[in-house]
């Protein structure tokens, strides 16, 4: 599945999306995809209500929550804050504690998508090139 994310004020798709897809997956193969580190998190909008999604929150399960009014919500990118490793010096050491707010979710510099996305990925793909050939040689035979 596609799933229509807003980055920037451009929206991008993310696909293969399955129900078990988590939204930090999603996070990170979005602030890969623009090339970024930091901390984000998933907004899920629907006119002027919004709330922050879990980083083990399922996406695709929220929206269908949403029943006849999925259409109309958006999931937002929200970058919160740069990632541990852009901190500046002059802000002293890190103290850490309990975060408050929107749930966070921080990303490495050289983060690697997990290979169940990738697996994902690959799976979608192959799943259209079949498709994509069923129909090539379906046409060939009615010409």
Known sequence: MELK???DGVQRVVCGVTEATTCQEVVIALAQAIGRTG????VEKWRDTERHLAPHESPV????????YA???QLILHRTGPSLT?????EGPLLRGPERGPHRQSLPPDYVLSRKI????KGVCHDQGQSLETKKSRSA???
């Open 61 to 68: 399960a929220s929206l269908n929550t949403w029943g006849q």
């Open 71 to 73: 259409g109309d919500v």
């Open 5 to 7: 994310v807003w980055v």
């Open 141 to 143: 035979k009615l010409e």
């Open 118 to 121: 990738m697996h994902d990925v």
């Open 86 to 90: 852009e901190r500046p010096p002059s």
């Open 39 to 42: 901390r984000y998190t998933l």
